[in-house]
């Protein structure tokens, strides 16, 4: 029986190479609830209709279409048609991109897509060979592919404006939160480090990332625990070292994100079908 025939929603999530994440899933029932990422998202919808909200805004992405997510910038995710929608992601550190780009004299700003949705014949198939690259072994394939989905973002993107930075207070917070993932920070703690009222910093940095500094410390330490499930270790173990209070505040949080419980997760994400007979 086909994973389509059992109408039953399912993910595969990978790290193929520093810098990369990479997620394929089919979703029917499940829904993305509101977040953010530190990463640029591109991806593509191969069947079926994928709905979301980005910058206050209803977008359908069909077969066949692009997508590009801006890091911060927050959105959720559904399905819009009865017979959900299968879609590819590819998730890239902005910092490695922006090295290239410098390298390559294509600018100093990460490329900006005034519309989340494209039609882009040259971009899908910069998206498309990267993504055969990255299910091969690391090498020299897996960086051509990698440098020229870069180039591709930054000349087809080129006459749009530059992406504006975080002002310095707010970067110091943020990056307080992203390099003490486990620590139980304060909100005063925090508004110390920018230099700012305790309410001034929750506004300010929710217009800047999108989320709430909580929302932005439990994605990272979200990032940490899939790392280590990844990586075999035990879900009470993950849970712990990731900074959540106990395993059921990891799974609540897990589930929410990719409607999965931590040993499932741990499965699908080490190549182990979750589904029996879903597509690879």
């Known amino acids: 029986m086909s994973t389509r025939a059992l109408n039953r929603d399912w993910a595969r999530y990978r790290q193929p190479r520093r810098g990369v994440e990479t997620l394929r899933a089919y979703f029917r029932a499940h829904a993305f609830d509101r977040h953010a990422h530190d990463t640029l998202a591109i991806g593509t919808t191969d069947t079926g209709v994928q709905r979301f909200r980005y910058r206050g805004q209803q977008h359908d992405s069909t077969t066949g279409g692009m997508i590009i997510l801006h890091p911060g910038e927050p959105h959720d995710g559904e399905c819009g048609a009865e017979d959900g929608f299968t879609y590819r992601m590819i998730y890239l550190d902005p910092g490695y991109g922006l090295d290239l780009l410098r390298e390559a004299e294509l600018g100093s700003h990460l490329p900006f897509a005034p519309e ?40 087809g993107l080129a006459s749009g404006k530059a992406m504006s930075l975080a002002p310095d207070r707010l970067a110091r917070v943020r990056d307080a939160l992203a390099d003490a993932p486990r620590r139980h920070w304060s909100l005063d703690e925090l ?55 106990d395993q059921s505040h990891l799974t609540r949080n897990l589930k929410r994100r990719f409607g999965m419980s931590p040993g499932r997760f741990a499965r699908v994400a080490s190549g182990f079908p979750s589904v029996p007979g879903s597509p690879s």
């Open 116 to 155: 989340p949705l494209l039609r882009d014949a040259i971009l899908r198939r910069s998206f498309s060979d990267l993504w055969d690259a990255l299910g091969g072994e690391p090498g020299l394939r897996q960086d051509e592919a990698l440098v020229r989905l870069w180039q591709t973002l930054a000349r």
């Open 191 to 245: 508004a110390g480090i920018a230099g700012i009222s305790r309410f001034a910093l929750c506004r300010a940095f929710r217009r800047a990332y999108g989320v709430s500094p909580y929302a932005y410390l439990l994605a990272r330490r979200l990032a940490q625990a899939q790392r280590d499930l990844v990586a075999g270790m035990p879900a009470a173990e993950a849970a712990i070292a990731a900074g959540f209070v």
